[in-house]
């Protein structure tokens, strides 16, 4: 089994809808991020975590929020999906001690809204 | 301006030969740096990370940094069909705890 899981791996919605974005982890990482990728722009964080009561805003946060259920789970939600949202997200996790050198990825969801 | 800044490419080598991949950075006080390397569709990952100024190698790759002028590179020798890909740099800016990540450069490596 993958050490970062992702669920759903591709998803079409429609615009409008309520959508949530789910990872999970077996690493034992305190630390968990969400990034999007679009072709040009590269990798961008949405938000990220340090533990189960931390939550911060990266650099895109508007139009989604984000869950901390546990340590080893970190959701992401599209409250109102909208087409500019469609991208590739990946989840990330590191751990304290190695900290940023540390990054695993989950396989990524494809996302479409239309 | 952006942070970290990478050639999109493509960059076209041929087999066997050095593929030398170049980024740059803008927050001068940005401690660590990271390649990642990205197949097509899949997720990226880490190849190397290098702290320190001057040259780092694991293998086919070498990392180098110069940090008096903002710049990170990755060379690949004998480079071979499978290092095909998009390589991506990443730096941990000041106090900020996670990496902004370049565009990536996509690398084809020619039979």
């Known amino acids: 089994d993958a050490d970062v899981t992702q669920t759903p791996r591709n998803r079409i919605t429609k615009t409008g809808k309520r959508i949530m974005l789910e990872c999970s982890q077996t690493k034992g990482h305190d630390r968990m991020y969400w990034y999007r990728q679009d072709p040009g722009l590269g990798l961008r964080l949405i938000y990220y975590?340090?533990?189960?009561?931390?939550?911060n805003k990266g650099e895109i946060s508007d139009g989604y929020s984000v869950s901390r259920q546990a340590q080893a789970k970190f959701s992401l939600s599209l409250e109102s999906a909208i087409p500019n949202q469609t991208a590739l997200y990946f989840c990330?996790?590191?751990?304290?001690?190695?900290?940023?050198?540390?990054?695993?990825f989950g396989s990524g969801t494809r996302l479409t809204v239309v | 301006q952006k942070e970290v800044e990478q050639n999109s490419g493509p960059l076209s080598v041929p087999e066997g030969a050095i593929a030398s991949l170049n980024c740059t950075y803008s927050?001068?006080?940005?401690?660590?740096f990271f390649w990642y390397r990205q197949y097509s569709g899949k997720s990226p990952e880490l190849i190397m990370f290098?702290?320190?100024?001057g040259d780092k190698e694991d293998g086919r790759f070498t990392a180098q940094l110069n940090k008096a002028s903002q710049y990170v590179s990755l060379l690949i020798r004998d480079s071979q069909p499978s290092d095909s890909a998009t390589y991506l740099c990443a730096v941990d800016q000041t106090g900020a705890n996670n990496l902004f990540f370049g565009t990536g450069t996509r690398l084809t490596v020619i039979p």
């Open positions: 990330a996790t590191s751990d304290q001690t190695s900290g940023t050198s540390g990054y695993t």
């Open positions: 927050d001068r006080g940005s401690q660590s």
């Open positions: 975590s340090f533990d189960v009561k931390d939550i």
């Open positions: 290098i702290y320190s100024n």
